[in-house]
């Protein structure tokens, strides 16, 4: 498994070189201004949630003020996420990877961006311990809060072991908490976030998917997932459903 998560992340690492990439100047410009004394909302004007960009769980300043640093970090997370996608099936597993392959070149068009980080969340939130998917679940809720739904999703699937989810859970959530209180944020969160996102991004959010966009998602759910409870059909779609305009 290993050697072929290390061959897959190997050819997307050539697709970087040869056909180039893009890399969101947010991941490079925040972190920068952050670790040199600037708070988010107060003197970083930004909508987003405080991970990765500024706060105690932001990227290090290291890795993001020197391209080879952002694409060490991108590689990584590259590698992490294929380990991550063998995990849940180790069948036909070069198929799998073929797949993998194809979808990361169609849709993530050789870019790093939040939603790089958001896949590792969303397969280490699904397939870890759980206590390590509460940790990641946390990350998901920070960095897109209209996937909550996902994470709650996988809070309910934990059975007997909601505890040690709820602990994972928590321990982000509180060190963002106390991050903001600290420094006296909230209210400058609060309208960044919520009031800023609410006047703008909720009215494309009205928008639904027509008949021919809801086609491709559809037959992928068909060939891909072979089984699936309808709970669990429900809470991705209800999932899905906030962040198709950004799509």
């Given at each position: 498994?290993?050697?072929?998560?290390?061959?897959?992340?190997?050819?997307?690492?050539?697709?970087?070189?040869?056909?180039?990439?893009?890399?969101?100047?947010?991941?490079?410009?925040?972190?920068?201004?952050?670790?040199?004394?600037?708070?988010?909302?107060?003197?970083?004007?930004?909508?987003?949630?405080?991970?990765?960009?500024?706060?105690?769980?932001?990227?290090?300043?290291?890795?993001?003020?020197?391209?080879?640093?952002?694409?060490?970090?991108?590689?990584?997370?590259?590698?992490?996420?294929?380990?991550?996608?063998?995990?849940?099936?180790?069948?036909?597993?070069?198929t799998?990877?073929?797949?993998?392959?194809?979808?990361?070149?169609?849709?993530?068009?050789?870019?790093?961006?939040?939603?790089?980080?958001?896949?590792?969340?969303?397969?280490?939130?699904?397939?870890?311990?759980?206590?390590?998917?509460?940790?990641?679940?946390?990350?998901?809720?920070?960095?897109?809060?209209?996937?909550?739904?996902?994470?709650?999703?996988?809070?309910?699937?934990?059975?007997?072991?909601?505890?040690?989810?709820?602990?994972?859970?928590?321990?982000?959530?509180?060190t963002?908490?106390?991050?903001?209180?600290?420094?006296?944020?909230?209210?400058?969160?609060?309208?960044?976030?919520?009031?800023?996102?609410?006047?703008?991004?909720?009215?494309?959010?009205?928008?639904?998917?027509s008949?021919?966009?809801?086609?491709?998602?559809?037959?992928?759910?068909?060939?891909?997932?072979?089984?699936?409870?309808?709970?669990?059909?429900?809470?991705?779609?209800?999932?899905?459903?906030?962040?198709?305009?950004?799509?």
């Amino acid at each position: 498994m290993i050697f072929l998560a290390l061959l897959t992340t190997f050819l997307e690492f050539l697709s970087l070189e040869f056909f180039g990439y893009f890399l969101s100047p947010e991941l490079s410009v925040y972190p920068y201004l952050y670790s040199h004394g600037l708070l988010p909302y107060r003197y970083i004007l930004d909508q987003h949630p405080p991970l990765i960009f500024f706060g105690p769980l932001t990227i290090p300043e290291f890795l993001v003020t020197n391209p080879y640093g952002l694409m060490i970090l991108w590689v990584s997370l590259l590698f992490l996420i294929n380990c991550l996608i063998l995990k849940f099936n180790p069948k036909d597993a070069y198929t799998r990877m073929l797949g993998v392959l194809a979808i990361w070149i169609f849709f993530s068009g050789r870019t790093l961006w939040t939603d790089t980080f958001l896949l590792l969340f969303i397969l280490g939130s699904l397939s870890l311990s759980p206590f390590l998917k509460g940790v990641f679940s946390a990350f998901i809720f920070l960095l897109k809060p209209t996937l909550i739904p996902l994470s709650l999703l996988s809070f309910l699937r934990q059975k007997d072991k909601k505890l040690l989810y709820l602990a994972g859970f928590l321990i982000p959530i509180g060190t963002i908490l106390l991050f903001l209180y600290k420094q006296d944020l909230f209210q400058d969160m609060k309208y960044y976030v919520f009031d800023f996102n609410k006047s703008n991004y909720l009215n494309l959010a009205m928008k639904l998917p027509s008949p021919k966009e809801l086609l491709v998602p559809l037959v992928l759910v068909v060939l891909l997932i072979r089984q699936i409870k309808l709970k669990d059909l429900a809470f991705s779609v209800l999932a899905a459903i906030p962040i198709f305009p950004r799509f």
